[in-house]
């Protein structure tokens, strides 16, 4: 059976269930617009560890083995691990993955890897490879800020145009069997560049990624975009978001009133995050705990989650290199 | 169906055939044992790019090019690129795939990345996800260099254990329809840490890993070594592969009869490279060079691949932590 629809998109044939998600974040996040949508805060963005990449790491081993607890199952009966996050050589995930001593596949797609891993997952467990996934993600301010951008000892002032990197983590048990939301489609990004080369503006350079690949799901599917309650991306901000429905408008699609962004949903405006939130984290914490919340209590039944990537490196950019983009899509039922 | 065989094995129903291989490598392994093995071999490290990112960079895509090509084919059959590298945040494979433009999974399992790619390629074709999918890697001696190790410009004395950065590029296309070696089984591997610290020891940080693959594969599908005609690991080079024949005679199994490290078989011993080869295109070029060919003339009918990856970053060693390590297995037979 062919699950291939039309140029970069799978219906899967079984959906898998999403059976359980759990998430963890910072005090800044606890503080947000999501407070009661957390299964755990910290009280700092060190939580009693060495570093904050220990912190990060500790994150991402406490969400996967929350979200097996959270189904009263065991981390053994977890086939694989899908994971990924934002630091050179994923090293948030190595050391949690070490703990965890499950097998595992390591994914980067800078902040659409949670999308990746969710439709990498429904399809080891669509075609027959595996029982139960477990698929995480993690992101932290602190790691970021300092592998990204500036040392955080600096100081240095952020522009308006900038987002603020979540501190936290997300992880999501799909299988066969229970109950809950499905993941009944996916469609598989291109990179997209449109030469924007600041760092700081990675909504706008992440917002035409992200309609190419909305674009692409509504060709291959025919799912008009009002087929979903709700279309979210990952992290493109106040900014990026804006462009979104712009650039969809002048394909001759409205989707101003089913369409939101994970990076304007997490904190308050008085929290100082200027253009939103950003980081694997983003959509992670949002889809592990408000969206995922939401279509239990059938309030959301259809919903669309387009993980957002800004593919850029220190490196590149010191290169004077523009951002090379990316988006994946996942839909998700009940 | 279920293809789940064991606890971390695949036995592919259908299983794909890998229609097409590429390479590319630097003059240092042009010179090397394998001289006639490869597609392209350039001039210099850095063939008249601006930087040796971007010279890795288009020796990605120069391979996914080639191995299109040679299949008489063309880049937009392909439905989905599977690729990485060993840069922070993949950077060559991210440049490549722009230009590539087509759907992309990135990927990152330092050296064992291939054999990640190939296995999940093969997961997409099996399970009817997709009808040809490109799978490629690349590492370069100098970018990995400046990113692992020391700026170039100091001339560092190298410690005799320490192996050479592969500078090259492999690409396999993956497919049904036509001849060639067929992906029969798969398994994945868990991180294993003897605690090894110091990153120039990568072989013997690696060899615990590809010794724990092996075991769990002949466990989960009932090959004995002897199903093979050979078993290769991808970058032990000589003090990682001398481990894993001690650690396996120790579970009561011969392999040094049958048993290989691509990472031994690059270099000539006066070209200076120490313990042998290691990077993303170690097992990339022996794979889709010398193996591949080896198979097509059925000189060798059975081989398993067993990636490593050292999964370190320069962070993590700063942090004084040791060196997490996975190994990711592919059967291949014709």
């Excluded at 992290?235 to 969809?248: A, N, P, R």
């Excluded at 002048?250 to 369409?259: A, H, P």
Aim: glycine share 10%; aromatic share 8%; charged share 15%.
């Amino acid at each position: 059976m062919n699950k291939k629809q039309g140029k970069q998109s799978i219906i899967f044939g079984a959906p898998p269930i999403i059976t359980s998600t759990a998430n963890i974040v910072g005090p800044m996040e606890g503080e947000g617009l999501l407070a009661g949508y957390f299964d755990q805060v910290m009280a700092d963005n060190l939580n009693n560890q060495d570093s904050w990449e220990k912190c990060e790491s500790y994150m991402l081993e406490w969400a996967i083995r929350k979200a097996v607890a959270k189904e009263n199952s065991t981390i053994d009966t977890v086939d694989y691990v899908l994971a990924g996050d934002l630091l050179n050589q994923l090293m948030a995930t190595h050391f949690a993955l070490r703990s965890l001593g499950r097998p595992f596949l390591g994914l980067y797609g800078a902040c659409s890897t949670l999308a990746e891993g969710m439709l990498l997952g429904a399809v080891l467990l669509d075609g027959g490879f595996a029982n139960k996934v477990a698929v995480a993600v993690s992101s932290h301010h602190d790691t970021a800020e300092r592998q990204y951008r500036f040392p955080t000892e600096l100081g240095v002032q952020r522009p308006p145009i900038s987002q603020w990197t979540v501190t936290g983590a997300a992880a999501v048990v799909l299988a066969y069997g229970g109950s809950g939301p499905r993941v009944t489609a996916a469609t598989i990004g291109k990179i997209i560049d449109m030469g924007i080369k600041d760092p700081n503006a990675m909504g706008p350079a992440m917002a035409p990624a992200a309609v190419d690949t909305l674009w692409q799901h509504i060709q291959d599917t025919g799912r008009q975009p009002a087929y979903y309650d709700l279309i979210v991306t990952g992290d493109l901000g106040v900014v990026g978001k804006t462009l979104v429905i712009q650039l969809m408008q002048e394909k001759g699609l409205d989707i101003s009133q089913n369409y939101e962004d994970c990076g304007c949903m997490i904190y308050r405006e008085d929290q100082d995050a200027h253009a939103g939130a950003s980081g694997c984290a983003s959509s992670g914490v949002v889809f592990t705990g408000y969206l995922y919340q939401m279509l239990q209590a059938r309030k959301l039944q259809k919903i669309l989650v387009i993980g957002t990537g800004s593919l850029h490196s220190p490196i590149s950019y010191q290169q004077k290199e523009s951002i090379p983009c990316i988006a994946h899509a996942v839909a998700v039922e009940i």
